[in-house]
């Protein structure tokens, strides 16, 4: 029994050492092996490695993947025309020369982040401070990160480099401060109320205008309507008359007893009518007193 746990110890003695040798490296990382505290090797592609086990050498890995630095403050940066502006900004970003990273910059990716962040906000400050708000949203923003992406590069690569490349700069937004950008909108939202007002007006005076011309066009309209009304109906009777006349003159007595008749027809049968006349001397009701005229008298 002692002999098999002595092998038995043996093997895990062994076990472990060899375990403690061996160290894998992923696709994603670069690994770097340290001997008592230098940097021994840093080792590029995937795969199983191995190296003296602890204390005599010690592994670790930094990422080699593109790496994504946001803007971590919101202090405002100033334009050409002194107008305080808060900007959102992204870098994006890669460990190329562990050893330089690790010698000049920091042991993690952390420590990267929070030096590029900086040397990141001072290149912006510098190229927002020549340029005006207009500029900075408009015109010259795509320069403006070309420009800061450039000064980022040329700091990181200086004496001292860092081992990064410098991918991409990006500005997500551009905006005043809290304070200017509420009297921007109450200035914005006067300048849209008195276009609206203005528009008012001109569309209540152009209404009364358009009014105004229908009631005329309305009155022109019923006068000339009157007029040829009244025309025609003078015609009518124009023509009228000149039918009765000539029917009228050809029997003068039956034009006599007709117009009696209409006027019969005017005067009585109405409800409500009074009429105070004697039928014996009255030349009103003639017709009535007279006999019907026979055939033969015409």
């Known amino acids: 029994?002692?002999?098999?746990?002595?092998?038995?110890?043996?093997?895990?003695?062994?076990?472990?050492?060899?375990?403690?040798?061996?160290?894998?490296?992923?696709?994603?990382?670069?690994?770097?092996?340290?001997?008592?505290?230098?940097?021994?090797?840093?080792?590029?592609?995937?795969?199983?490695?191995?190296?003296?086990?602890?204390?005599?050498?010690?592994?670790?890995?930094?990422?080699?993947?593109?790496?994504?630095?946001?803007?971590?403050?919101?202090?405002?940066?100033?334009?050409?025309?002194?107008?305080?502006?808060?900007?959102?900004?992204?870098?994006?970003?890669?460990?190329?020369?562990?050893?330089?990273?690790?010698?000049?910059?920091?042991?993690?990716?952390?420590?990267?982040?929070?030096?590029?962040?900086?040397?990141?906000?001072?290149?912006?400050?510098?190229?927002?401070?020549?340029?005006?708000?207009?500029?900075?949203?408009?015109?010259?923003?795509?320069?403006?990160?070309?420009?800061?992406?450039?000064?980022?590069?040329?700091?990181?690569?200086?004496?001292?480099?860092?081992?990064?490349?410098?991918?991409?700069?990006?500005?997500?937004?551009a905006d005043y401060v809290a304070s200017i950008t509420e009297s921007v909108y109450r200035r914005m939202e006067a300048e849209r109320q008195r276009v609206a007002n203005e528009l008012r007006s001109t569309g209540a005076a152009e209404g009364e205008q358009i009014r105004a011309d229908a009631d005329r066009q309305r009155e022109v309209t019923v006068a000339n309507a009157a007029r040829d009304a009244e025309k025609v109906r003078g015609e009518g009777d124009a023509q009228a008359n000149a039918i009765y006349g000539e029917a009228f003159g050809k029997d003068p007595q039956f034009a006599e007893f007709y117009r009696s008749l209409d006027a019969y027809k005017a005067s009585i049968g109405k409800r409500g009518d009074l009429l105070v006349v004697d039928p014996a001397s009255s030349d009103f009701f003639k017709a009535l007193r007279q006999a019907p005229p026979t055939a033969g008298t015409r």
Do not use: C, H
């Open 1 to 173: 029994m002692n002999k098999i746990g002595f092998f038995g110890v043996a093997l895990l003695v062994v076990l472990g050492l060899l375990g403690s040798t061996l160290f894998v490296v992923d696709q994603r990382q670069f690994g770097v092996v340290y001997q008592l505290g230098q940097i021994k090797e840093v080792i590029t592609q995937p795969g199983l490695n191995f190296k003296l086990p602890p204390p005599f050498q010690n592994v670790s890995y930094i990422d080699k993947r593109l790496l994504t630095l946001d803007s971590m403050d919101t202090e405002p940066l100033l334009t050409a025309e002194k107008q305080r502006v808060v900007i959102d900004w992204y870098v994006r970003w890669r460990i190329t020369d562990p050893q330089a990273y690790i010698r000049n910059v920091g042991l993690d990716e952390a420590a990267g982040a929070l030096q590029l962040n900086r040397v990141v906000r001072n290149a912006f400050q510098e190229e927002i401070n020549r340029r005006t708000v207009g500029e900075l949203i408009a015109s010259q923003r795509d320069s403006l990160m070309n420009d800061v992406k450039r000064e980022v590069s040329d700091a990181v690569k200086g004496a001292k480099p860092w081992g990064i490349d410098i991918v991409d700069v990006r500005i997500t937004r």
